[in-house]
């Protein structure tokens, strides 16, 4: 048999080869059979050196035709296969809306987060900046220049950590920033919001742990009062409790402010009419507050003379409490997801 031949008969072969290819496996298998450097079409080419100048060139163009053919027949194929599988993997994966869909599980913000979001949100809606800072504090940040005596009792290895015998601490009142802020402020008029972390010798149970939050706040400016400071925690514990609630200011005592009150809200409870929650009483004491003491205007860089001021400090946690009437502070830090999911509607 010619060459001719043989090339004319494999054309035939590879047409009906090509036809059988129904998968993509097929089609690679086809390609290393009969498209390869291996393939009986290559075999055939290294044969053409062999044969006399006019049937080489005939059978050379012969050859180089058919493999075009081929070649064709099976790129269309090969595209015709993928289109199908493509579709076939489609219609697989496709996605059933009519199937009921899986729930997720929604997580929640702890109370102490969303107690804390909304007094700074709260309080920076009038105006005051909000400030942060180490919590490891020196002996005069945290007491000296606040007034604390050396001899007052907070200063005892009872209440407070402390780390070095230079008086390095963990700081007991974010009041520490408020000489920070004095300092930096250089006798400028300021107010001020700083929330974080305190830390003080103390047994954890259901109101009491050894690290807890505040929110302490410090106004200094020319001509500040009392009302001023009224005024500003009036607006503040309504917001926070709502409208409805009164507020009672009772004197009391701080080192750093004089006068210095305890603020109390209406009993949530019984609306001020007295009830086991607020002992009778009818109210119930939610933070501490006072003028700032001319001694610590004066330490820090502000003549008492000209200038006068207010500060006032808040328990994230005592807040959190009172308003969502949880019973033990460790819950707040437990991250227990059922006690947390029943404040996921508080997130605003």
Not at 66 to 80: F, H, P, Q, S
Not at 152 to 161: G, I, L, V, W
Not at 176 to 204: H, L, N, W
């Amino acid at each position: 048999m010619s060459v001719k031949d043989r090339i004319s008969e494999l054309r035939n072969k590879l047409r009906e080869e090509v036809e059988k290819i129904t998968d993509s496996s097929l089609a690679t298998n086809f390609r290393n059979k009969y498209l390869s450097k291996k393939s009986e079409l290559s075999s055939i080419s290294s044969e053409l050196a062999s044969l006399p100048p006019d049937e080489r060139k005939e059978s050379g163009a012969l050859l180089n035709e058919v493999r075009n053919e081929v070649e064709e027949l099976y790129n269309a194929k090969l595209d015709e296969i993928t289109l199908k599988e493509l579709n076939e993997r489609l219609k697989a994966e496709a996605i059933d809306f009519s199937v009921p869909g899986r729930d997720s599980t929604v997580g929640a913000l702890n109370p102490f987060y969303i107690v804390e979001n909304e007094i700074i949100d709260i309080f920076t809606k009038m105006g005051y900046e909000v400030v942060e800072g180490p919590e490891v504090e020196t002996e005069d940040n945290n007491f000296t220049l606040l007034n604390i005596p050396s001899d007052h009792p907070a200063r005892d290895m009872q209440d407070t950590f402390f780390l070095r015998e230079d008086g390095l601490l963990l700081r007991t009142q974010t009041s520490s920033m408020q000489v920070r802020t004095m300092a930096e402020k250089a006798g400028a008029p300021f107010k001020i919001i700083c929330p974080g972390k305190t830390y003080r010798r103390d047994d954890d149970d259901a109101t009491h742990s050894h690290q807890f939050a505040q929110v302490e706040g410090l106004l200094v400016d020319h001509d500040i009062s009392m009302a001023h400071l009224k005024g500003t925690l009036e607006l503040f514990l309504k917001s926070m409790f709502g409208e409805k609630r009164e507020i009672r200011m009772t004197p009391s005592y701080f080192p750093f402010t004089e006068p210095s009150v305890e603020v109390a809200v209406s009993c949530f409870n019984c609306n001020g009419k007295g009830c086991s929650m607020c002992k009778g009483t009818g109210y119930i004491e939610v933070l501490g507050a006072g003028m700032v003491h001319p001694h610590v205007l004066e330490m820090n860089g502000y003549d008492p003379k000209e200038y006068s001021g207010f500060a006032f400090g808040i328990g994230i946690e005592r807040i959190a409490m009172l308003r969502y009437g949880i019973d033990d502070i460790r819950r707040l830090y437990t991250n227990d997801v059922r006690f947390l999911h029943q404040f996921t509607k508080q997130v605003k």
